[in-house]
């Protein structure tokens, strides 16, 4: 009979959507022996279920949620599963059957099948993609169901720092980084949830940041002209993201980067300087694109500055959606204001 430990993350989840999920459970997987533990992070609203295990860690976080179910794991398979059981549970019988030390259950794979609203889907597509790049790991999907074979797993531990969604990151670099077998495979997933990331508000909307400026001492407020510096902005993260991207298949992590971001910095300057702020020339054009070079730089450090910060408290999506407003507040304001002065009439 094969073993298995099955680690249940739990954050303001009812008792009755939990103890379906682990009849569900034993029902589907009726012929292995569990070790079913239920962690609840950062909320105090179950109780135990017959027959499971329940930790409750004061502080919330995916990532010590896993930490603890790991560690605690009676079994060498360890298995990661949502308390909403919106993975298709045949994911468990196929991953044990990988010869690899972590099996990931991969919605970006050939043969995966995902239902979830078009907002989710957005969401996971591009935080997949920008973990892939931006931490320079070689996996398609890095969130959602797993299986860790717990002899492997439990000596990169200390390397993970993260105590949020960010601990699956960490945790997959230092998988590569010591040589761990890490395999996907295609999931079934049925999630209509609706994601609760992008759900706060119209104030943190670009348009509204960007009416949020006069704080910033942006007194006569152009709308065509913000509109064209956003679009000169989306434009600039496209060629970014695409370059560094195909760079980092051939050069080293930095070197591509700084080569994306000087061409897409030169790009953007001779965007803005012909279109978004065309007949607003205080400066030489020489002045003007040592002055947006510098900007740029500061405009990165606040950027990742902030969402670095933020992250340690708040949910990683919002951290990184408010530093992109913030940031793009600060440039449109200095770029306006000074880069792009407007000539004074004497």
Not at 108 to 124: A, C, F, N
Not at 171 to 192: F, M, N, S, T
Request: proline share 2%; hydrophobic share 45%; net charge positive.
């Amino acid at each position: 009979m094969v073993s298995v430990s099955i680690v249940m993350p739990c954050r303001n989840e009812t008792q009755g959507l939990v103890a379906s999920s682990v009849k569900k459970l034993r029902a589907e997987l009726e012929g292995m022996k569990l070790d079913i533990m239920v962690v609840e992070n950062g909320s105090h609203m179950l109780r135990r279920i017959p027959g499971t295990r329940y930790f409750n860690t004061s502080a919330g976080g995916l990532g010590i949620a896993l930490k603890l179910g790991i560690r605690k794991a009676k079994h060498e398979n360890v298995v990661f599963l949502p308390a909403d059981m919106s993975y298709d549970l045949s994911f468990v019988g196929t991953a044990l059957i990988e010869d690899a030390d972590i099996v990931i259950g991969s919605k970006s794979v050939r043969g995966s099948v995902v239902e979830r609203p078009i907002k989710r889907k957005i969401v996971s597509k591009v935080y997949g993609w920008k973990t892939r790049i931006g931490n320079g790991i070689h996996v398609k999907d890095i969130t959602g169901v797993k299986l860790y074979k717990k002899s492997k797993v439990v000596p990169l531990l200390a390397f993970c720092k993260s105590e949020g969604i960010r601990f699956e990151v960490e945790l997959q670099k230092e998988a590569e980084k010591h040589g761990l077998r890490v395999k996907e495979i295609p999931v079934i997933v049925h999630d209509y949830r609706e994601t609760k990331i992008l759900e706060w508000g119209s104030s943190a909307t670009l348009i509204d940041g960007y009416k949020a400026a006069k704080g910033f001492g942006i007194r006569k407020l152009n709308e065509k002209e913000f509109q064209r510096y956003l679009a000169v902005g989306l434009v600039g993260i496209a060629l970014f993201e695409g370059a560094f991207f195909v760079l980092n298949q051939f050069i080293p992590y930095w070197l591509s980067y700084l080569i994306s971001f000087e061409v897409v910095t030169d790009i953007n300057f001779l965007m803005h300087d012909t279109y978004t702020f065309k007949g607003q020339k205080h400066y030489s054009r020489g002045k003007r694109f040592i002055i947006f070079q510098s900007q740029a730089i500061v405009y990165r450090i606040v950027q990742y500055s902030l969402f670095f910060g933020l992250s340690l408290f708040i949910n990683i999506y919002l951290a990184l959606l408010i530093a992109i407003l913030i940031a793009f507040i600060y440039s449109y304001t200095f770029n306006k204001k000074i880069t792009w002065k407007e000539r004074q009439e004497q």
